[in-house]
């Protein structure tokens, strides 16, 4: 593969994509699932990073159990799916890290909430 394609989000689509995290925050908020709405938030941003974790999981999963399929560029191609699968694992697992330390702070109040 010598491109990548990024998908670009629309500048109306914006709103939209952060709504739905200040949906599911208000909602951790209302039902007393988290005490502040700065850690309702990070709850929302973790469930989707986690979800995107397992998904990507699986689609490595999938591609470390294809059995060889004896083409070359067949195969070049899914060594670096596998590269790419691990490597957004581990940016995946960063961003779950910051997003746990920020929740952490913003839990014992030093962020307002």
């Known amino acids: 593969m010598t491109g ?9 689509d914006e709103a ?8 599911l925050a208000t909602e951790l908020l209302a039902e007393g699932r988290a005490p502040n709405l700065s850690v ?5 941003i973790l469930t989707k990073l986690r979800g995107q ?10 591609l470390e159990a294809r059995a060889p399929s004896c083409d070359a560029p067949i195969e070049a191609i899914n060594a670096e799916l596998r590269d790419g699968a691990r490597e957004g694992l581990a940016q995946i697992n960063l961003f779950i890290q ?7 702070t913003a839990e014992r109040g030093l962020l307002p909430g």
């Open 4 to 12: 990548t394609i990024i998908p670009l989000r629309l500048k109306r």
């Open 16 to 23: 939209s994509a952060l709504a739905g995290f200040d949906t």
């Open 40 to 44: 309702a938030r990070f709850d929302a």
């Open 53 to 62: 974790r397992v998904e990507l999981a699986s689609v490595l999963a999938d």
């Open 98 to 104: 910051q997003a746990e330390t920020c929740r952490t």
